[in-house]
């Protein structure tokens, strides 16, 4: 549990001046609120009462401090006016109880939010390989709501439970030492329950915590592949899927709530129990003339102030259970090591260095370049020198190391052995934001977000006029069909670009890499899902640009690779032929078994049509 206290502390940095505000206000506010049941008390035993004289001296001092007793008889007014401005100055305060809290919460849980999401993008890519999206989406939104209701409202409730407890001690020994004792007789054990409940209920929190990720996780991944679903007629067993991971999560939430049962009611018992012991001392004392009714009123209203907030010290644990599973899965994801290597804490500690943004022209050298995944090797001594503003193609079956090998380009992984220099600098010495910002990327599959194409476009180059956009996306044979939509530029796509065919979505991303200008650009397969025609096109406009940029293409229709200046042909992450497409042609090897493989399909095809 202090480990807990601490990590909740920690998070409280730059806001506890406002959250001793917000006490500060609920202590005046507590004392203004026991200053209420003690008029009602002045008035029976100090103004009411045949025997005054029998008052404690409190209450005979209060008295004659009001303006004494024939006074008050005359004017009992001024004493309920007097317990609406208490009652009015306690609102008043705890008004700023509220507004100090809220300010704080709201505060540090944007802080919160800005920094996970800050450290996300800057996590290595390995890491979003092992982590389901569902599970990421939950911990930035249900978890960080978690830690935001403890902050906004629980916090300053310990501190509530605590004053409530012992502002009105010293009055009450002062009125009648003997209703103290029984008045707090039951307190320790309430507290000690307390305790109990939430170390154990705080383990059954992590677990509803991680059901409600995996359910999440489910449904994303449903929404996501809907398409693919309806196409196989999946429904059922998509819906069996989730009904398995809803019901899981029911079966640990049902768990919790009978744990909560069993703590509000046990907790009810005993602060009942509470309660009718003063009930019950406080009618013998009565009888037997030891304690003023007005007295007794006191303690029964003070008993049942500070019993039901300190009871609340239950709740307020769970919540503090709660928060704490919270904030230690948004802490899994800031002590994760960023792709420089250091976690959110070691950045935030750690001094600014000057990142080597050099001028890139494109020139690419690899020297017997290896990579793995974990264990599983996947290029081996690759070796190759492209000049800038040159044309390298690559070639091979799926899973021969073509997409990892741009990977390496953009710094998304950091290879084993050998060496990368772009233009003479050492690849892992270069920025990857700058490495990234020099490399634009079309791959086969192209994002684009549920915006109008325009913005798509636009997206990496905020600052380009309309004249350059409707140039790269002529380039990019795409111009004549935005134009023919009946918004044009301005059409709002859906997500990912649903609404466009697939090598509508292939050209808009063309596009908008070519508007970049980039120092290097890579196609990986991004011309899969265009025709003949079209690519022949595409082609053209990238040869007349062939200066602007280094290119690099990853194909499996060789025809998109004839005018490149070097193919690379790679197998199981090795090259195993070099060369351009005429002295590749003329080698028996790969490149010319998947030629004439592919000339002959077209035959067939051509026959059969």
Known sequence: MWQSLQAVWSILAGQRLRYVAAILALVIASCFLYLVPLIPQIAL?????????????????????????????QNLWWLALLVVLLSLLAGIFTYFRGQFSAQASESIVRRMRDRVYDHLQHLPSHYFDKIETGDLIQRCTSDVETLHLFLSTQIVEIGRAVIMLLVPIPLMLMIHPGMTIVSLVLLPFIVLFSLLYFLKVRAVFKETDEAEASMTATLQENLAGIRVVRAFARQSFEQEKFGKKNENHRNIHYQLYVLLAKFWATSDLLCFTQTGLVLGFGIYWITQGTLQVGAFFFFLTTVNMFIWPVRMMGRILTELGKATVALERLYEILMEPTEDGMSALEQKAAPAVAEHCPVLQGDIVFENVSFGYGNEPVLHDISFHIKAGQTLALVGPSGSGKSTL?????????????????????????????????????????????????????????????????????????????????????????????????????????????????????????????????????LEALQNRQKHHTTIVIAHRLSTLMHADQILVMDQGKIVQAGHHESLLQKEGTYRRLWNLQHAVEALEEKAA
């Open 45 to 73: 035993d100090g103004v009411l009462s045949p025997t005054p004289q029998k008052a404690s001296a409190f209450v005979q001092q209060s008295v004659t401090w009001l303006g004494g007793r024939r006074w008050l008889s």
């Open 406 to 538: 741009i990977q390496l380009i953009l710094r998304l992984y950091n290879y084993e052995t050998g060496s990368i220099r772009i233009d003479g600098h050492e690849l892992t010495k270069i920025s990857r934001k700058w490495i990234r910002s020099q490399t634009a990327v079309v791959m086969q599959e192209p994002f684009l977000f549920s915006k109008t194409l325009y913005d798509n476009i636009k997206l990496g180059t905020p600052k380009a006029t309309k004249h350059e956009v409707y140039e790269a996306a002529d380039s990019a044979n795409i111009h004549q069909a935005i134009t023919d939509f009946d918004e044009g530029y301005e059409t709002k796509i859906g997500e990912r670009g649903v609404t466009l065919s697939g090598g509508q979505r292939q050209r808009t991303a063309l596009a908008r890499a070519l508007l970049q200008d980039p120092a290097i650009l890579v196609m990986d397969d991004a011309m899969s899902a265009v025709d003949m025609e079209t690519e022949a096109n595409i």
